[in-house]
């Protein structure tokens, strides 16, 4: 039952990064447009697009977003595993058991506060005033959403661990 909804959550998290693909794509044809615009000087045609950067900068936000639950679950994360590989097996295990308990609890609390945030935002009919005037939720309102993606997975990590081998995994080692 737990290796079915992995494997479902698996692909919903890879169409997630599929997705954050297509922001990327995006963001660099606006990017690219922007640049076009400010050096060709066009008869006719505006001298760039005013909102070029602070929907960049949005999108970026957005690609981190959408890929970190894929990356989380291939292993691509940031991990410093020397300590792991140096250690006996069992106690390598453990650790992995430890990590992955403190970033569950770091995103089930990332997950609370941004929810937080967002519904304080929202209430307060907050605006972000740039170029753009956008509500301030709207770039607040992925967060806890993608927080609780992130724990999700680190609940299916937890099971994968529990079936694995006890030792430190293998989905990133040391280049030594």
Request: charged share 15%.
């Amino acid at each position: 039952m737990m290796d079915k909804l992995s494997e479902t959550f698996g692909r919903f998290i890879s169409a997630l990064a599929l997705f954050g693909c297509l922001l990327l794509l995006v963001m660099m044809l606006i990017i690219v447009t922007d640049v076009g615009l400010r050096n060709l000087a066009l008869s006719g045609w505006p001298q760039g697009i005013d909102w070029s950067n602070e929907v960049s900068e949005f999108l970026l936000y957005l690609i981190t977003l959408s890929v970190a639950p894929w990356l989380l679950r291939q292993g691509q994360h940031i991990r410093v595993d020397i300590l792991l590989q140096a250690i006996p097996k069992k106690m390598a295990w453990g650790l992995e058991w430890l990590g992955d308990a403190l970033g569950l609890a770091c995103c089930l609390a990332m997950s609370a506060y941004g929810a937080q945030a967002t519904w304080a935002s929202y209430s307060a009919n907050a605006l972000s005033i740039k170029t753009l005037v956008t509500p301030e939720w709207w770039s607040l309102a992925p967060l806890p959403v993608v927080f609780i993606l992130l724990s999700i997975e680190m609940v299916f990590r937890m099971h994968r661990l529990w079936q694995a081998e006890r030792g430190p995994r293998s989905d990133a080692v040391s280049a030594a």
